[in-house]
T-cell receptor
């Protein structure tokens, strides 16, 4: 079963705008990660946030984690056409850190 | 470093045929994984391995077998292919004891194998 569920399923914005994607999960986690997948390619790791962290930044990416609500959000600021991709959240559950459980993804389209 | 490579990139099978997908990694990673990705379903774990000579079942193992005879290789086998196994298959690896990484959970993915079963 899917651990994470991303919202929205699809998002279309203009270049320069910010994009926010949300992820909800079901069980307690060790950490939560976000991956990106360009069309026809494998997934690429973007950022990891641990269960004891609330916010993390990497370049134009900002991730927040609310363990009380079992949710995370990924913000991409000043989006570019090259950010067009699908974005997946994935989590490792407590006691099972060797496995990631992926959500179904958000398909982001950034229009030039 | 090539990272994670997968062969073949594309394959078309007839129902009942068998095949083996090969995954290789050159990062000295201990853990390796096989996923399938179907439209609207995200990635689902088929089998995984936490070390040479070990394998374990994931979320959707039925109809697949795996072997990890060498640390750098992880093979996924379909003994009798079915149309329901039409999918894109991804291999991933993670965790190097020698790298001294703080995080052992980040996975590195191959480019995928697109399999069609007629």
């Amino acid at each position: 079963s899917q651990q994470g569920e991303e919202d929205p399923q699809a998002l279309s914005i203009q270049e320069g705008e910010n994009a926010t994607m949300n992820c909800s999960y079901k069980t307690s986690i060790n950490n939560l990660q976000w991956y990106r997948q360009n069309s026809g390619r494998g997934l690429v790791h973007l950022i990891l946030i641990r269960s004891n962290e609330r916010e993390k930044h990497s370049g134009r990416l900002r991730v927040t984690l609310d363990t009380s609500k079992k949710s995370s959000s990924l913000l991409i600021t000043a989006s570019r056409a090259a950010d067009t991709a699908s974005y997946f959240c994935a989590s490792t559950t407590q006691g099972g850190s060797e496995k990631l459980v992926f959500g179904k993804g958000t398909k982001l389209t950034v229009n030039p | 470093n090539a990272g994670v490579t997968q062969t073949p990139k594309f394959r078309v099978l007839k129902t009942g045929q068998s095949m083996t997908l090969l995954c290789a990694q050159d990062m000295n990673h201990e853990y390796m994984y096989w996923y399938r990705q179907d439209p609207g379903m995200g990635l689902r774990l088929i089998h995984y391995s936490v070390g040479e000579g070990t394998t374990a079942k994931g979320e959707v193992p039925d109809g697949y077998n795996v072997s990890r005879l060498k640390k750098q290789n992880f093979l996924l086998g379909l003994e009798s292919a079915a149309p329901s196994q039409t999918s894109v298959y991804f291999c991933a690896s993670s965790y190097s004891r020698l790298a001294g990484l703080v995080s052992t959970d980040t996975q590195y993915f191959g480019p995928g194998t697109r399999l069609t079963v007629l």
